[in-house]
């Protein structure tokens, strides 16, 4: 139980095109999702935490007009990158924390390597 | 804001020996997460600590939870080539609705 998928698991574009990655939980409910970006070799950083059915709550130094989020269902929420550049080519990972769930446990998804041209 | 420190950065052993990562945070937690990453993988969730003084076991794995629920361990005893990764502890302040994670520590393991 509890398994969270990313598509795509890769992707390579252009400098200024955009970019939709998909985080779904596959077997339950997510009224929370967390979207982190991870450097090589460094830790997980906090971009955003989206909620389902309203806007997402964005870190600080994260712009929200290049990070679009969109969480439109318990079980699916979405990161474009807009007018990616070369400096946004990251890993992104999203994480769901499951609805009605005491525990504060967020259950990973397997990443998307993003590199931008 | 919350600060989560995690050292050391780095562990290099030999297989059989005892492994501690450490976890500390500048502000009171609700409760604590740890997580493993493979190379080349997502973090994977182990065990949430909630109770001050909490000390729960996994195999060769022992978390702690201080009792001022400030800080936490990982101990491994005796490591095996599969503990490999790098450990990852988060903190929560549940009136935050968030995790901050430290900078985890990566084992690698000599066999």
């Known amino acids: 139980g509890a398994v969270v998928s990313q598509h795509p698991s890769w992707v390579i574009c252009k400098s200024g095109t955009s970019v939709k990655i998909e985080c779904r939980s596959l077997?339950?409910?997510?009224?929370?999702m967390f979207w982190y970006r991870q450097f090589p070799k460094q830790s997980l950083m906090l971009m955003a935490t989206?909620?389902?059915?309203?806007?997402?709550?964005?870190e600080q130094g994260v712009e929200k007009d290049k990070f679009l989020i969109n969480h439109a269902s318990l079980t699916l929420s979405t990161l474009t990158v807009t007018s990616a550049h070369p400096e946004d080519s990251s890993f992104y990972i999203c994480?769901?924390?499951?609805?009605?769930?005491?525990?504060?446990?967020?259950?990973f998804g397997p990443g998307t390597r993003l590199t931008v041209l | 804001g919350q600060q989560v420190m995690q050292i050391p950065q780095y562990q290099h052993v030999q297989e059989g020996e005892d492994f501690t990562t450490y976890c500390n945070s500048s502000?009171?937690?609700?409760?604590i997460q740890w997580y493993k990453q493979r190379p080349g993988g997502h973090p994977v969730f182990l065990i949430q600590l909630v109770k001050s003084g909490e000390v729960k076991k996994q195999k060769r794995l022992t978390f702690q939870f201080g009792e001022a629920k400030k800080n936490s361990s990982l101990h491994i005893t005796a490591t095996q080539t599969t503990d490999v990764g790098t450990y990852f502890c988060a903190g929560t302040n549940t009136n935050a609705g968030k995790s901050t994670f430290g900078d985890g520590t990566t084992l690698t393991v000599k066999p």
């Open positions: 502000t009171t937690l609700s409760n």
């Open positions: 077997d339950f409910q997510a009224t929370t």
């Open positions: 994480s769901a924390r499951e609805l009605g769930a005491i525990s504060d446990t967020q259950y």
């Open positions: 989206s909620n389902e059915g309203s806007k997402a709550t964005y």
